[in-house]
């Protein structure tokens, strides 16, 4: 039984260079969610995809931000124009279709850096 | 703006003792309360959950859960320097995000 996975895990990159992440959820999970944690908070919502529909974004996800799960598996989050804003833990998480209470079962992250 | 609070801490206790984390949270019409346990550097594992009034029982940790008074707790019995985390309490009002707390700092000392 694997759980969720992330790629990278670290990334350093310049102000204003484009990155992506790729989250792969448990494997009969079809509800996929993207936080961004910082330093003292919480996770906070990015966005949420059932299969490939994405079905719910938070104001966090600027213009700049992109989420895409074009076959209901594996998903990616692109920012563009990196800010030092941005710098963050990106995290993943999965959960099972169905009736369930939304719980969530995450990912180990990818840790973004802009320099 | 749907808020979900808890004390920062750190909160110490003894090996051995019970750990006592409480969070409140402000939307009456939550529905399922959880409870993610986070190393530094690492991300939330998920530790328990709950969605009735009452008491929840797994293992060392139990999860309480009182919507009168808007709040939910986890109590960790016979506490080890191993769980000594970060707790994070997070709340599931509508649609599909968790609304998460700051999280609690635990510190076990032996």
């Known amino acids: 039984d694997t759980g969720v996975s992330q790629n990278p895990r670290h990334k350093i990159t310049k102000r204003g260079q484009n990155v992506t992440f790729r989250c792969d959820p448990i494997?009969?999970?079809?509800?996929l969610y993207w936080y961004r944690q910082t330093l003292g908070q919480g996770p906070e919502f990015l966005t949420y995809?059932?299969?490939?529909?994405?079905?719910?974004k938070s104001r966090l996800l600027s213009d700049r931000f992109s989420a895409e799960r074009p076959k209901g598996s594996f998903s990616t989050l692109e920012i563009q124009r990196t800010e030092q804003g941005d710098s963050a833990m990106y995290l993943c998480?999965?959960?099972?279709?169905?009736?369930?209470?939304?719980?969530?079962?995450f990912g180990p992250g990818t840790r973004l850096t802009v320099l | 703006q749907k808020e979900v609070e808890q004390n920062s801490g750190p909160l110490s206790v003894p090996e051995g003792a019970i750990a006592s984390l409480n969070c409140t949270y402000s939307?009456?019409?939550?529905?399922?309360f959880f409870w993610y346990r986070q190393y530094s550097g690492k991300s939330p594992e998920l530790i328990m959950f709950?969605?009735?009034?009452g008491d929840k029982e797994d293992g060392r940790f139990t999860a309480q859960l009182n919507k009168a008074s808007q709040y939910v707790s986890l109590l960790i019995r016979d506490s080890q320097p191993s769980d000594s985390a970060t707790y994070l309490c997070?709340?599931?009002?509508?649609?599909?995000?968790?609304?998460f707390g700051k999280g609690t700092s635990l510190l076990v000392t032996p």
């Open positions: 998480a999965s959960s099972p279709a169905g009736l369930t209470y939304n719980e969530q079962f």
């Open positions: 494997s009969e999970h079809n509800r």
């Open positions: 995809f059932q299969n490939e529909a994405q079905l719910e």
């Open positions: 939307d009456r019409g939550s529905q399922s």
């Open positions: 709950i969605y009735s009034n």
């Open positions: 997070a709340v599931f009002n509508s649609g599909y995000a968790l609304n």
